[in-house]
């Protein structure tokens, strides 16, 4: 019997202080409003359909280390370690022209944009793109591409990031 394979995200400890949960509460100001009592199809769950405390960094690395292999291969084995497929496509373009040449994926974190070339191979949006050419956009934070920490220090720049390009360039 062959073990399984570890999957690919993790659970976050969502009690800490600190940790965002997205708008909550509005569901309350909804309730028992006229409209709800009129139309009952206009009642809906309190709960909204939020994964809170879910880290997709080890799929992120996973991705990054099939570069250059067959992307059905790739992609079959991600589907069957997640518990859904979408933050794959947060990372991976199936057109080269809709490839980002990062993504951010957390509050500091960046990974290389990746899409799915003529060949069907995993492949990097832009190759040359380095750690050291990456700046943090903010004082405070410990800023990481693929891994690694920016090399360059915070400098003052503009808090508005533009997008698909280097921060604060």
């Known amino acids: 019997m062959r073990p399984e394979k570890k999957p690919l995200f993790r659970r976050v400890n969502t009690k800490t202080h600190r940790v965002e949960h997205g708008d ?11 409209e709800t009592k009129r139309n009952a ?19 992120y690395r996973f ?13 079959s084995e991600a589907v069957a ?7 794959i496509f ?13 993504v951010r994926t957390g509050e500091s974190t960046y990974f290389s944009g990746l899409f799915v070339d003529e060949d069907n191979r995993l492949a990097l949006v832009d190759p040359e793109l380095t750690v050291d050419q ?11 591409f693929n ?3 920016f090399t360059q220090s915070f400098e003052g720049q503009d808090w508005d990031q533009p ?3 280097t921060p604060a360039q």
């Open 134 to 144: 990456m700046k943090p956009w903010c004082p405070c934070c410990t800023h990481t």
């Open 163 to 165: 997008k698909n390009e």
């Open 41 to 59: 199809s206009s009642r809906g769950s309190m709960h909204k359909k939020h994964r809170h405390g879910l880290d997709y960094t080890p799929l």
């Open 90 to 102: 947060r990372m991976v373009a199936l057109q080269p022209e809709d490839g980002e040449r990062y």
């Open 24 to 34: 909550g509460g509005k569901s309350r100001w909804e309730r028992n409003t006229k």
């Open 81 to 87: 370690r997640l518990d859904t497929e979408d933050p």
């Open 63 to 75: 991705l990054l280390s099939k570069v250059g292999q067959d992307w059905d291969d790739v992609y």
């Open 147 to 149: 891994g690694a920490r």
